[in-house]
């Protein structure tokens, strides 16, 4: 059982636009969200954490969690082409290991 | 900065074979991490290591043994090579499980 689903499974915007991915969990001890980029040929790197609810931003990108929903979000504004990759949503509870969604794969179109 | 590296980058092995993957870390971090990536599944918890001669039991252990011989190092032996299997492996280390994960850039498996 996927203790941590993503949507979409894919997304294409244009290039200058908003990027939005989702990821809601299934557990409820869940309290600790990340999110990690993946570019082709390397590994995910770590682009945001979140733990309390609310809004956080960071340059481009800002993350938005809602613990009563076990909702957690990925918004990237004036998107590029380099931002075309893998991403992440990640969730652990305290003390375990970070368990991972299934990606979201984003393409930015110049 | 420090770095993460794993190796070898590609691996293909033979049905039945023993198969060790390393990682080294020179950030000094306490816990490491093998996951498994296949496409559409994303990353799965293979093992995992709190600290030297630790290891934990991930999602997807069955199949797998590792072994954590000194801080900076963690490897990962596929102890019998399924035909058609073909994933990424991809180590990471961090300094607790709530803190941000440091990635390899992974282990590419084909078994023939």
């Known amino acids: 059982q996927q203790k941590v689903q993503q949507s979409p499974e894919s997304l294409s915007v244009p290039e200058g636009g908003m990027a939005s991915f989702n990821c809601t969990s299934s557990?409820?001890?869940?309290?600790y969200f990340w999110w990690y980029r993946q570019h082709s040929g390397e590994g995910p790197k770590a682009l945001m954490?979140?733990?309390?609810?609310g809004d956080k931003k960071e340059g481009r990108f800002t993350a938005h969690l809602n613990k009563a929903s076990l909702h957690v979000s990925l918004h990237i504004r004036d998107s590029q082409p380099s931002d075309s990759a893998l991403y992440f949503c990640?969730?652990?509870?305290?003390?375990?290991?970070?368990?991972f969604g299934t990606g979201t794969k984003l393409q930015v179109v110049p | 900065g420090g770095i993460i590296t794993q190796t070898p980058k590609f691996l293909i092995g033979q049905e039945g074979q023993k198969l060790t993957l390393k990682c080294q870390q020179n950030?000094?971090?306490?816990?490491m991490y093998w996951y498994r990536q296949d496409s559409g599944k994303g990353l799965r918890l293979i093992y995992y290591?709190?600290?030297?001669?630790?290891?934990q039991k991930g999602d997807l252990s069955e199949g797998y043994d590792a072994s954590r011989e000194k801080k900076s190092s963690f490897s990962l032996t596929v102890t019998s090579a399924q035909k058609n299997e073909m994933a990424v492996f991809l180590c990471?280390?961090?300094?607790?499980?709530?803190?941000?994960?440091?990635f390899g850039s992974g282990t590419r498996l084909l078994v023939i």
């Open positions: 990471a280390s961090s300094i607790d499980n709530n803190s941000d994960y440091t």
């Open positions: 557990d409820r001890n869940f309290q």
């Open positions: 954490s979140i733990f309390s609810d």
């Open positions: 990640a969730a652990s509870s305290s003390g375990t290991y970070q368990r």
């Open positions: 950030f000094n971090h306490d816990t």
């Open positions: 290591s709190i600290t030297e001669n630790d290891l």
